[in-house]
């Protein structure tokens, strides 16, 4: 029985070596890159989970109070590399009134939250 089972097996890998093509020496294909709309869905939960308690109004029963900071709609619309860079450095050093977030994301979870606010 276990002569069967083992011949079984070497049939089978046989048969699936043939369907594989051979790819000697070659790496296989990088990764799609995830497209800039992908990137900023995913900026978008980031700065809800980290950015949205102060930059966007609390709703308290019937009335709407502003956030206790900025709002960020048009902060990185159409910014000059100049501006792009202020802002991260603000983000990542933070203020007196604002906590910094230089360790709270890692480069692509950053670039992600800036991807997102490039769309407000």
């Known amino acids: 029985m276990r002569i069967v089972t083992w011949r079984l097996a070497l049939a089978l890998t046989a048969t699936a070596a043939a369907l594989v093509p051979a790819t000697a020496?070659?790496?296989p294909p990088p990764p799609a890159q995830a497209s800039s709309a992908d990137a900023a869905k995913?900026?978008?939960?980031?700065?809800y989970q980290r950015c949205s308690l102060c930059h966007m109004g609390r709703i308290v029963?019937?009335?709407?109070?502003?956030?206790?900071g900025p709002r960020?709609?048009?902060v990185l619309?159409?910014?000059t590399p100049e501006?792009?860079?202020a802002v991260?450095?603000?983000i990542q050093r933070g203020s007196p009134r604002m906590p910094g977030f230089q360790y709270s994301f890692s480069p692509a979870e950053f670039e992600e939250l800036i991807a997102y606010m490039k769309t407000l």
């Open 25 to 27: 020496g070659s790496s």
């Open 88 to 90: 991260r450095t603000h």
């Open 61 to 68: 029963k019937d009335d709407v109070h502003d956030p206790m």
């Open 77 to 79: 619309k159409n910014a």
């Open 42 to 47: 995913r900026g978008e939960a980031w700065f």
């Open 83 to 85: 501006r792009e860079k």
């Open 72 to 74: 960020l709609a048009g």
